[in-house]
């Protein structure tokens, strides 16, 4: 049974996510698109790549 953070999640796979307290404030196909869309709404956004392959596992 997957997660509901994983199935919103899953829409962005392969994507980089950038977060802002664990809420999704940008997202793009590099890490510094979704970084500069991510410091739109806060100073440091935390950044990672989702996964392509459903069996990876990351932990935030």
Known sequence: MQ???WKKLKKYSGQWVALKRNKIVGHG???KEAYNKGLKFCR???VFQVPENAN???LL
């Open 44 to 46: 440091e956004p935390k």
């Open 56 to 58: 990876e596992v990351y």
């Open 3 to 5: 997660s509901d953070e």
């Open 29 to 31: 196909k590099t890490l």
